[in-house]
């Protein structure tokens, strides 16, 4: 084991109990290879939007509804989630997820594509915008999603270092891999040098960015 993966077990350690919900869900994802945020960006998030205090939260892919969950949790009271979701295996799983959490009317799933959804959402209406699907398509998501968050809002986006392959040229990466390499690349260049928007890389989980609309 590596001294990272060591320290990641530690800081992981310091995690309080989850609601057994929670603990089902995450239990299940393991076991099934289902994609869900890693623990120490569960926590990032939650800080996130226990600071931000938002009243409407935008998630662009929403798996079994782990991070949804894990988001309600601390956002406050009368506090709204809208979530996106394409993939028609995953959605019956999360609608039973937010019921069994009694919270069907605080979270509203949409099913589809997120590039078809997001230009028909209202303009500036969330604070807080978490970014968690298709990678190589965070580039052509963010117009939209930057039309959607209000000012001041902060959109975090989750898995952008790709397990460390961003480092890498484009060559040493598999083929297959190539275009979500060189379109991740361009997203972080594109927060980075967006007028008006205020951005952070941070090396937490596989890659998180922080970015704040001033």
Known sequence: ?????????????????????????????????????????????????????????????????YSALLMAEVMPAGGQITTIEKYEKRIPQARK????????????????????????????????????AAKGQYIHWLPGVLKLLAPGGMLVSDNVLQDGNILESRFAVERRDRTIHRRMREYLFTLKHTQGLETAVLSVGDGVTVSVKR
């Not at 060591?6 to 089902?24: G, N, Y």
């Not at 019921?99 to 099913?111: P, Y």
């Open 1 to 65: 084991m590596t001294e990272k993966e060591r320290l990641a077990d530690f800081i992981a350690s310091l995690e309080p109990e989850k609601s057994p919900l929670l603990s089902r869900i995450e239990k299940r994802a393991g076991e099934e290879r289902i994609p869900i945020i890693r623990k120490e960006t569960g926590a990032l998030l939650r800080t996130l939007i226990a600071a931000v205090k938002p009243k409407k939260i935008l998630e662009v892919g929403t798996a079994v509804g």
């Open 97 to 132: 997820n937010f019921s069994e959490a009694g919270r069907e009317a605080q979270i509203h799933l949409i099913e589809g594509d997120a590039g078809e959804i997001i230009p028909t959402l209202p303009e500036e209406s969330y604070e807080f915008i978490f970014m968690d």
